[in-house]
């Protein structure tokens, strides 16, 4: 209850908030209520927004306003499962690491190592071109296991500064297993730091499924914003002057990743003790 009161007094926060929740709900309302087809072929190639088409036509003679919907709904599905997965491996990694210590500590972390060291868009593109059909599902699992290694660094910093604290050295006393100490004495104080590093994920995975289909290698069958960006690219939309095909995906990648980032600049203010200060 405190911390949302706190978030509530975060300008950045709020800001971030209401531009991402706006985009969000956008994104998952239009659909439900005109439920157009995106991949509908409705006019001529790159006709110029009208009355018609708000946002006139791609390269393939469809609506590229609603193709702008659909795409942002199946970017912002990708960039919150890759978020979830890419999270969750990379808190439970940094918080058996920093809190066991030893020999687990120096093999999770030579793992994660391997994973720094190697670009984790090299693995990302070799992963997609061996793949057969990349559906949402699939874009956001392949995503969200090659983007986890800084967060459990960072997690693994967290965890080794609290095992040796007062109430974990009570619970291990009292017998409670490796899991409950974790998730009962460690994970509650740094909620806000997994919070703040599934934000920064979720946007990691919007970008760089943008950056994977404008390679030709986004999900099958499906409008993305990265998949819009692609055909614009592959059509020559820049060389036609048909920049409806091409800003307005551009533009809401950008809005989306500010949203977020803003969010985190807000959070990381409020529980950040060196900002704070």
């Keep these: 209850m405190n911390t949302i009161k706190l978030l509530l007094k975060s300008p950045k926060f709020l800001i971030g908030f209401g531009l991402f929740m706006f985009l969000f709900l956008t994104a998952f309302i239009y659909p439900a209520v005109s439920p157009k087809d995106p991949l509908e072929m409705v006019g001529f190639m790159y006709e110029p927004p009208s009355s018609t088409y708000l946002l006139g ?14 795409g942002m709904k199946s970017s912002l599905i ?15 990694i940094g918080l058996f690491a ?7 500590d120096n093999i999770l972390n030579s793992i ?8 984790p868009f090299i693995i990302l593109i070799l992963i997609t071109v061996s793949l057969r059909s990349r559906s949402l599902f699939v874009m956001g699992l392949v995503l969200g296991i090659t983007s986890w290694p800084w967060t459990a660094r960072a997690v693994r910093a967290q965890s080794l500064s609290l095992r040796n604290r007062e109430h974990v050295d009570i619970a291990r ?5 490796t899991v409950e100490i974790i998730i009962r004495e460690i994970m509650p104080y740094i909620l806000s730091y997994i919070f703040m590093a599934f934000i920064l994920q979720v946007a990691t995975g919007i970008l760089n499924e943008a950056g994977i289909s404008m390679l ?9 914003l990265g998949t819009m960006l692609s ?3 592959l059509f020559e939309s820049v060389r036609s002057g048909a920049w409806w095909a091409f800003i307005p995906p551009a533009i809401i ?8 980032y803003f969010m985190n600049s807000g959070m990381d203010e409020l529980f950040n003790p060196k900002l704070r200060s």
């Design 173 to 177: 006393l009292n017998g409670a297993s």
């Design 231 to 233: 055909w614009a690219l």
């Design 253 to 260: 990648i950008a809005l989306i990743t500010f949203s977020l």
């Design 112 to 119: 994660t190592n391997i994973f720094l060291v190697i670009p």
């Design 216 to 224: 030709g290698l986004g999900p099958s069958n499906i409008v993305s």
């Design 98 to 104: 920093g809190y066991k210590g030893g020999t687990t």
């Design 57 to 70: 036509t791609d390269n393939f003679g469809r609506d590229v306003f609603v193709e702008l919907i659909h």
């Design 78 to 92: 990708i960039g919150l499962i890759s978020g979830v997965i890419a999270t969750t491996i990379g808190i439970t």
